[in-house]
């Protein structure tokens, strides 16, 4: 079974640019998250998607934050502009969805952004 | 709102000992999960283990197990045998029935040939 896909696996852009990252869910998970993880430390909710339904995005700057789940499957994260700050590892998550604890998320390879 | 936290940096092990990672929990629920996921350099966070509150038993996964002290709020993570492999990034984390899975600040574990 195939695991959460993400692209691209490395990204270089100068500020001020807009970027995109692409996330493919494992099948059959309802719920997909966008997390971003500044060196040194864990990861950080941007949002969560319960099918095509953003249900918590309080931790998306949405200024210059964008994403969108069309279809409840694959999701898209944007930034623009990319600010230097923006420099992080952006993770996607997926799990079969539920609020119980147990639901266990399941992460992709990322995306390290590089804002020069 | 659920806090974790991982006191320790950094830790290293000989090839093929035993290492302990620590990492303490505070929530006020009753109903929660724990977990511990490996990032290796490629980034890609892999879940090693994971304890439900409810279970007393201690969790294992093969070379992996945790000392699950619920009235401490401790859940510490042991990997015996250790091999070269075994060198990533570990959070430990938490999560809350509705809420989001909260991570500590990591520790870098270095295995030594």
């Known amino acids: ?116 | 709102a659920q806090t974790v936290t991982q006191s320790q940096p950094e830790m290293s092990v000989q090839e093929a000992e035993t290492v302990t990672l620590s990492c303490t929990y505070d929530t006020s629920e009753s109903d929660y999960y724990l977990f511990w996921y490996k990032q290796p350099p490629s980034r890609q966070m892999i879940l090693v283990i994971r304890q439900e509150a409810y279970k007393q038993q201690n969790a294992t996964e093969n070379r992996f197990s945790v000392n699950f002290q619920k009235a401490a709020k401790s859940f510490s993570l042991k990997i015996s045998d250790s091999q070269l492999g075994d060198a990533a990034m570990y959070f430990c984390a938490c999560r809350t029935s509705g809420s989001r899975l909260t991570f500590g600040e990591g520790t870098q574990l270095t295995v030594n040939p």
């Not at chain 1, 971003?36 to 210059?64: C, F, H, M």
């Not at chain 1, 420099?87 to 998320?105: E, F, I």
């Open chain 1, 1 to 116: 079974e195939a695991g959460v896909v993400q692209s691209p696996r490395y990204k270089i852009i100068e500020k001020k640019q807009p970027v995109a990252f692409w996330c493919n869910p494992i099948s059959g998970h309802n719920t997909l998250y966008w997390y971003r993880q500044n060196l040194g430390q864990g990861p950080e909710l941007l949002i969560r998607y319960e099918n095509e339904e953003a249900v918590d995005d309080s931790q998306l700057p949405k200024d210059r934050f964008s994403a969108e789940r069309l279809k409840g499957v694959d999701s898209t994260l944007k930034i623009q502009p990319a600010e230097l700050g923006d420099s992080a590892v952006y993770l996607c998550a997926s799990s079969l969805g539920g609020r119980q604890s147990s639901d266990t998320q399941y992460f992709g390879p990322g995306t390290r952004l590089t804002v020069l």
